[in-house]
């Protein structure tokens, strides 16, 4: 799996903003901080429970979904879903898991992605990854967490929050 400090890789994929079918060419993004996360299948129960928890972190953060489902079967499940009709970032479709390959994260059992995300530096280095079996959902307040403490330049606790005094 791709690790800490390892370059996350570029990427071409065709996702859904909104209710349009867009290209999201990674080497054309913002050098900013980005959450990617990967998520195994639409139209599914746990997915939906972490798309919007995500989605809340857009204040801070760019943030891209991504499963192996194509870029039609996330539009009819986003204009279906009372929740997901309402999110602001971008889901993205890596048909054939070839990303999520080359990150280390697939299920080859189920044919999925697993739950993993990475937060990404402006220099797109990866500073922090987790995976999840694919039964058990994140935390986006602790991703946002831990995106704060990547962020505050400083001896970060496992408990810190943004305000917090560093560790001396």
Known sequence: ???VNDVFPDFNLTGVEGDQIVEVDSTELPDTWKVIYFYPKDFTFICPTEITGMDALMR???VYGISGDNEY???A?????EDLNKIEHILL???GLNLSEELGIVDYDEGVCLRA???IDPENIVKHVSCN???TGRSADEILRTLGALQAGGLTGCQ????DEFVR
């Open 1 to 3: 799996m791709l690790g």
């Open 60 to 62: 801070e953060v760019d």
């Open 73 to 75: 079967c996330k539009l």
């Open 77 to 81: 499940w986003k204009r279906e879903h």
């Open 93 to 95: 479709a890596d048909r």
């Open 117 to 119: 995300t990475f937060i």
């Open 133 to 135: 079996e694919l039964d």
């Open 160 to 163: 810190w929050k943004p305000g």
